[in-house]
T-cell receptor
Framework: EDKVVQSPLSLVVHEGDTVTLNCSYE??????LLWYKQEKKAPTFLFML????IEKKSGRLSSILDKKELFSILNITATQTGDSAVYLC????????????FGEGTQLTVNP | DAGVIQSPRHEVTEMGQEVTLRCKPI?????LFWYRQTMMRGLELLIY????????DSGMPEDRFSAKMPNASFSTLKIQPSEPRDSAVYFC??????????????FGDGTRLSIL
């Protein structure tokens, strides 16, 4: 059974801090890893990673995948209160079709 | 462009009643997913469809749950009879289907279901 573990489960920082969120996985025939941000409603897609060592970047957010060590990190620099959300990591495998397995999420709170 | 549209946004009903949740996927998306989210269990996949055909329903909790997709623009998730433990936020998501690659799923705003 595919497994995704995120850490920490919750994190409280001050505006301007840099944070690193972790996602480790155990998946048979890994295909891709996705990051989502969930505020009050729907999870919204951030990044999809399929290759090791290639950084995906969007503004202050960036993510990288290590397929050898089976983990990914999501970095947020110069955090703002609007970054407060639950960040979800999900993985897909070649044996599970279109199915994604989600981690529990990291609750990030950015205080002014 | 319109995103995934779910209705109702909130549903409060009494135990034993039938509940029907509705979803309209993004036009052109071939895959549709139903999820349930709770504090205890996080985001769980219940069932997904490719081209209106159910592919994996292993996450459907029990026979009280059923899902249909009669056409490419509409799906329902039905609970009958409902129980208090079914209280959760139910999300619908859709994605384009593209060969062997996984596509990002786009989520609706969810239906917050409370069974009294």
């Amino acid at each position: 059974e595919d497994k995704v573990v995120q850490s920490p489960l919750s994190l409280v920082v001050h505006e301007g801090d840099t944070v690193t969120l972790n996602c480790s996985y155990e998946v048979t025939n890994f295909r891709s890893l996705l990051w989502y941000k969930q505020e009050k409603k729907a999870p919204t897609f951030l990044f999809m990673l399929t290759s090791s060592g290639i950084e995906k970047k969007s503004g202050r957010l960036s993510s990288i995948l290590d397929k050898k060590e089976l983990f990914s990190i999501l970095n947020i620099t110069a955090t703002q209160t609007g970054d407060s959300a639950v960040y979800l990591c999900a993985v897909g495998s070649e044996t599970s079709g279109s199915r994604l397995t989600f981690g529990e999420g990291t609750q990030l709170t950015v205080n002014p | 462009d319109a995103g995934v549209i779910q209705s109702p946004r909130h549903e409060v009903t009494e135990m034993g009643q039938e509940v029907t949740l509705r979803c309209k996927p993004i036009s052109g998306h071939n895959s549709l997913f139903w999820y349930r989210q709770t504090m205890m269990r996080g985001l769980e996949l219940l069932i997904y469809f490719n081209n209106n055909v159910p592919i994996d329903d292993s996450g459907m909790p029990e026979d009280r749950f059923s899902a249909k997709m009669p056409n490419a623009s509409f799906s329902t998730l039905k609970i009958q009879p409902s129980e208090p433990r079914d209280s959760a936020v139910y999300f619908c998501a859709s994605s384009p289907r593209s060969g062997v690659s996984i596509q990002p799923q786009h989520f609706g705003d969810g239906t917050r279901l409370s069974i009294l």
